[in-house]
Nanobody
Framework: EVQLVESGGGSVQVGGSLRLSCAAS????????IGWFRQAPGKEREVVSC????????YVASSVQGRFTISRDNAKNTGYLEMNSLKPEDTAVYYC????????????????WGQGTQVTVSS
């Protein structure tokens, strides 16, 4: 059974930092790309960043470019999202998801999703 468990969310002030983790189990982690998405109240879920399975190719949304960094540790079956210089508009539930092979910014390409972790940025 595929399981993705996000952690690391919380409440921070503007300019603060958080590191989200996505612990994966139930599949061969090395073969799967990891995506991070977020959904703010009243808004559609959107891509934040994603990373391919083996070559480390990444995609980063323009809204977080230069502030967020995606990474993965295949030995630990875990993906990460380092978030710096947080802004109030980063407030959302953050989800990790997986798809076989290359990274994709399209939500529909991802088959399995975690339960999400709340990030709240206050001014």
């Amino acid at each position: 059974e595929v399981q993705l468990v996000e952690s690391g969310g919380g409440s921070v002030q503007v300019g603060g930092s958080l590191r989200l983790s996505c612990a994966a189990s139930g599949f061969r982690f090395d073969d799967y790309g990891i995506g991070w998405f977020r959904q703010a109240p009243g808004k559609e879920r959107e891509v934040v960043s994603c990373i391919s399975s083996r070559d480390g190719h990444t995609y980063v949304a323009s809204s977080v470019q230069g502030r967020f960094t995606i990474s993965r540790d295949n030995a630990k079956n875990t993906g990460y999202l380092e978030m710096n210089s947080l802004k109030p508009e980063d407030t959302a539930v953050y989800y990790c998801a997986t798809k076989w092979g290359s990274a994709s910014y399209r939500l529909v390409d991802y088959a399995d999703w975690g339960q999400g972790t709340q990030v709240t940025v206050s001014s």
